[in-house]
């Protein structure tokens, strides 16, 4: 995403807004796939500081990932501020007044994905026993039988 900064670097305090969408179709997390079913939306600010260029706005969007504890696809709603400051004198304004921000937009994106991330808040998972998805019943493995003096530290890690 690049933007060209000539009509804000004149004067201190200007500003240019701007909306695009961000081609981006999959990141790989830790080996985990994300995929975007349509492109995340960026809506930025940048206003020309004394020192800086800010960028300030949000990214929207949809991720479909998989949950961490029944495997499942669903979808996850990306909503992510965004501020990066852009030292001037570090961007070479006199030879290139375009500013690109990709690098920064991606690393937001990899940031609002969540590491454990559950379908539903009482998704039940996959039956250790015989991989079931225990979210459409029961499955047939017997339930093991539970030590009474254990059955207190199980609901206790169970909530
Ligand atoms: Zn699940
Ligand atoms: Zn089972």
């Known amino acids: 995403m690049k933007i060209n900064l000539k009509d804000i670097l004149g004067s201190v305090g200007g500003n240019i807004s701007l909306e695009e ?3 981006i179709e999959e990141i790989e997390i830790q080996s985990r ?3 975007f079913p349509h492109p995340p939306r960026v809506k930025v600010t ?3 500081t004394q020192d800086d260029i800010l960028v300030q706005g949000t ?3 949809e991720a479909e990932l ?3 504890r029944c495997l499942e696809p669903f979808r996850w709603e990306i909503m992510r501020e965004i501020i990066e400051t852009y030292a001037k004198k570090e961007l070479n304004l006199e030879e290139n007044s375009v500013l690109d921000i990709s690098q920064e937009i991606y690393q937001h994106l990899v940031l609002s994905i969540p590491m454990q991330s559950v379908c539903q808040k009482e998704c039940q998972g996959l039956c250790p026993g ?3 998805n225990l979210n459409s019943g029961k499955c047939d493995c017997k339930e093991e039988a539970i030590d009474p003096r254990w059955e207190k530290l199980r609901q206790y890690l169970e909530n």
Do not use: E, S, Y
């Open 66 to 68: 998989a949950c961490t």
């Open 130 to 132: 015989c991989g079931k």
């Open 46 to 48: 940048l206003t020309n």
């Open 33 to 35: 796939k994300v995929l």
């Open 59 to 61: 990214i929207r969007g």
């Open 21 to 23: 969408d961000f081609p």
